[in-house]
T-cell receptor
Framework: DVKVTQSSRYLVKRTGEKVFLECVQD?????MFWYRQDPGLGLRLIYF???????EKGDIPEGYSVSREKKERFSLILESASTNQTSMYLC????????????FGQGTRLTVV | RKEVEQDPGPFNVPEGATVAFNCTYS??????FFWYRQDCRKEPKLLMS???SGNEDGRFTAQLNRASQYISLLIRDSKLSDSATYLC???????????FGSGTRLSIRP
């Protein structure tokens, strides 16, 4: 079974804190993604990576950065957390072959107070 | 305009009914198409991929219309357990991002 694991299910952080969300996959997937999901807005892509040290901006990268030092791990960093970054964050991964599905982690519900 | 659009619903239908959702995409370079199911407070999980010729999996049928740039999902003989949010997703090329629609909420009533 494919496993995508996010480091925390729930996080509460203070405004201005630097926040790290970690994601690990065990299927040797080339692609990894970070999305945030908000009511009425669906899944919005923040960043994705198709290889180690490679990253591309998604639709809403502002306020976020990412790191992919190892193939299995993709980190999302909130440089200075703000209340409008309170959301559900979902990590996903898949193989680079064309018609392959993305597998999701269980999500991290981040609250910034 | 969003790249992938869905009717957010909610669709509220009786058990046993047939229900259909559409999802439109704007980028004609889209190559791969998927339907995902998301239960409340859970992560999305693949329901089915959508192939050019259309495909069926039990009570679920997915269709792709490249000319009009939409995909559809048909659920026959709906069950209470089908209540969920259904997300469509498109992918442009092998290394590229996967774009999701905002989801259609389905509620099946007894």
């Amino acid at each position: 079974d494919v496993k995508v694991t996010q480091s925390s299910r729930y996080l509460v952080k203070r405004t201005g804190e630097k926040v790290f969300l970690e994601c690990v996959q065990d299927m040797d997937h080339e692609n990894m993604f970070w999305y945030r999901q908000d009511p009425g807005l669906g899944l919005r892509l923040i960043y994705f990576s198709y290889d180690v040290k490679m990253k591309e901006k998604g639709d809403i990268p502002e306020g976020y950065s990412v790191s992919r030092e190892k193939k299995e791990r993709f980190s999302l960093i909130l440089e200075s957390a703000s209340t409008n970054q309170t959301s559900m964050y979902l990590c996903a991964s898949n193989w680079i072959r064309m018609n392959t599905e993305a597998f999701f982690g269980q999500g991290t519900r981040l609250t910034v107070v | 305009r969003k790249e992938v659009e869905q009717d957010p619903g909610p669709f509220n239908v009786p058990e046993g009914a047939t229900v259909a959702f559409n999802c439109t995409y704007s980028n004609s370079a889209s190559q791969s198409f998927f339907w995902y199911r998301q239960d409340c407070r859970k992560e999305p999980k693949l329901l089915m991929s959508v192939y050019s010729s259309g495909n069926e999996d039990g009570r679920f049928t997915a269709q792709l219309n490249r000319a009009s740039q939409y995909i559809s999902l048909l659920i026959r003989d709906s069950k209470l357990s089908d209540s969920a949010t259904y997300l469509c997703a498109v992918k442009h090329s092998s290394a590229s991002k996967i774009i999701f629609g905002s989801g259609t909420r389905l509620s099946i009533r007894p």
